[in-house]
């Protein structure tokens, strides 16, 4: 067959031939805008300075690290992602990248990241990045995705490395304020998660995989939501009086903490019947603002940091 | 019938060759940005010739110090020496 036989209707899917965007899919960008902007304020709030080419370096070999370890969970997770219909249309499922390929990129990409911010940085940043790929694409993905309804709040501790790696970038260390940074994504990742599986609810069930929402019954999970968003509070809050924190950050944490709040005691408090009936639109609401929530509490401790700079942040 | 020059497969093939092409340039940028960057940020000279796989023990700090330390000023002058007829020897190879 040549070329000329081909038809121009031809799917990437059905070549196997995939374009670079594809691959790109596979490191999950919207995930690691998440972790580069969180990274990039780890290394930001730092008390001391970074060139910033290194900063650079550094805060893309986190992203890059990131985006490896979620391309080593696509390849893993293939047979399951082809059965949610959130997952279905990844380059895997689709056919566009076969498996093989993604976990070379993933393993490639993974020694890359390491390395090269090994050599830019310190031992310290690295060996935390190489510790938190290996916990998303092995204790995770590999571990308890599948074998606990408590996947998610241990495998969020993988979401929540990338401020610390960013810190230790700069500073070589790990300190009181950047592990209160990864206590507040590792807190705000169980309520998150929960506030989605409760409208997404028939596709993990589908898959198989051991979502509270399963195993424990929705209104279980709405404990759990109201549960986790209480012990969230106050981290959340008390980064406001570490070293990095300040008025501003304060003042956002207060208000932040009192919506999100608001918000679990009100999917605790809706029966199953209540939430179809308007098509889950409290849960949805949830999610929305948890997206925010995490933004903007990062936000405001650079935007702390950015007033100490001029000495009028801070406490 | 003719050989059809162009062709969406081939469109995805030329994404993915630049693609990788944007790829290494940007590695090439990266580590020769990291290399100028440390090198201009050393604090002294004597950091950047320790890698040059020839051993100089004169431009190891401490070293210097703790030979002028235990044989003074005598040992300094012949170390000096020394190193001057290493290079004079490595120009003439």
Redesign the interface.
């Given at each position: 067959m040549t070329d000329a036989s081909l038809n121009n209707t031809l799917t990437s899917a059905e070549t196997g031939e995939a374009q670079f965007g594809d691959y790109f899919a596979l490191l999950k960008p919207r995930v690691m805008s998440l972790v580069v902007f969180t990274a990039l304020v780890g290394l930001l709030v730092a008390p001391v300075g970074i060139h910033p080419f290194i900063g650079f370096v550094a805060v893309l070999c986190i992203a890059v690290g990131a985006g490896a370890s979620g391309a080593l969970n696509m390849w893993w997770d293939a047979d399951i992602d082809v059965v949610m219909k959130r997952t279905a249309k990844r380059p895997i499922p689709m056919g566009k990248v076969q498996p093989g390929e993604a976990l070379a990129i993933g393993l490639a990409l993974s020694v890359f990241s390491v390395v090269l911010l090994f050599l830019a940085t310190n031992a310290l940043a690295a060996g935390l990045l190489a510790f938190t790929i290996f916990f998303y694409a092995v204790v995770y993905s590999m571990w308890l995705k599948r074998a606990t309804p408590q996947n998610i709040v241990i495998g969020g501790a993988a979401g929540a490395f990338p401020p610390m790696i960013g810190w230790a970038a700069v500073t070589g260390d790990v300190t009181l304020a950047s592990v209160m940074m990864f206590a507040l994504t590792f807190m705000w990742t169980p309520p998150h998660f929960w506030a989605l599986a409760l409208f997404v609810k028939a596709d993990y069930g589908n898959a198989g995989v051991p979502m509270l929402t399963e195993t424990h019954g929705r209104k279980a999970t709405r404990a759990h939501i109201l549960v986790y968003t209480a012990l969230l509070v106050p981290v959340a809050i008390g980064i406001a009086f570490t070293s990095i924190g300040g008025w501003v950050y304060l003042a956002t944490a207060v208000i932040l903490n009192a919506r999100f709040m608001y918000a679990a005691w009100l999917v605790w408090n809706r029966t199953e019947a209540q939430a179809e009936a308007d098509e889950y639109a409290t849960e949805r609401w949830m999610f929305r603002i948890s997206l925010s929530y995490l933004f903007l509490h990062f936000g405001a401790l650079l935007a702390d940091a950015v007033l100490r700079g001029f000495g009028i942040g801070g406490w | 019938?003719?050989?059809?020059v162009e062709?969406?497969?081939?469109?995805?093939?030329r994404?993915?060759n630049?693609?990788?092409g944007f790829v290494l340039l940007g590695l090439v940028a990266?580590v020769f940005?990291?290399t100028v960057?440390k090198v201009l940020?050393l604090e002294e000279l004597a950091q950047f010739e320790r890698f040059d796989h020839v051993a100089r023990p004169q431009i190891e700090p401490g070293v210097m110090q703790s030979t002028s330390q235990v044989t003074g000023p005598a040992a300094q002058t012949t170390d000096a020496a020394t190193g001057a007829t290493a290079i004079q020897q490595g120009g003439d190879e």
């Open positions: - | 019938m003719g050989i059809r062709h969406e497969l081939h469109d995805r093939r994404s993915r630049h693609g990788v990266i940005g990291l960057v940020n």
